[in-house]
């Protein structure tokens, strides 16, 4: 598959992302969980059907010590026993915010859920990862981005 557009060789698209990854640095370099950050950006990329990102950050959480039963297991987290409490409210969050022109948006009950087991910081940087991994997967849908050749840290 060729991606419509090469968006690691266009300087537009080169400006695009440099903001949405500084967006992405405030996310990762906050208290949220490591391992939380990579479920939300593999089950969001799920959803979305985003083979590049799905290639990038199953193989990112892999290096970092992810276990491949969980791996295989984010797409059925509610009847996999092998997620954490705070895990699932995670989980559910990146559903409902991934999915909000399906439904309701985000519940007051997902919502109240994921504040149990997460700080104010914490709860910021999940609405913003949310946020930017729904956009690189819409990037990458759109633009028709291939998946299969990433390789852990080749961005930086």
């Not at 990762?28 to 950006?41: H, R």
């Amino acid at each position: 598959m060729e991606a419509r557009l090469n968006l690691f060789t266009n300087p537009l698209a080169g400006k695009l992302l440099r903001h949405i990854n500084s967006a992405g640095k405030a996310v990762s370099d906050s208290s949220l969980p490591d391992a939380t950050q990579e479920l939300v950006k593999i089950r969001a990329s799920q959803i979305n059907g985003c083979g590049f990102c799905l290639d990038m950050h199953t193989k990112d959480a892999a290096k970092a010590g992810e276990t491949s039963l969980r791996l295989n297991l984010i797409a059925a987290w509610r009847e996999a026993k092998v997620f954490t409490d705070a895990e699932r409210a995670a989980l559910e969050l990146t559903e409902q915010g991934t999915r909000i022109a399906d439904g309701s948006g985000v519940t007051d009950e997902v919502w109240a859920n994921a504040a149990k087991h997460y700080d104010e910081e914490q709860l910021t940087a999940l609405v913003g990862l949310i946020a930017v991994i729904n956009t690189y997967n819409r990037l990458n849908v759109i633009t028709q981005q291939p998946a299969g050749d990433y390789e852990p840290g080749m961005f930086g």
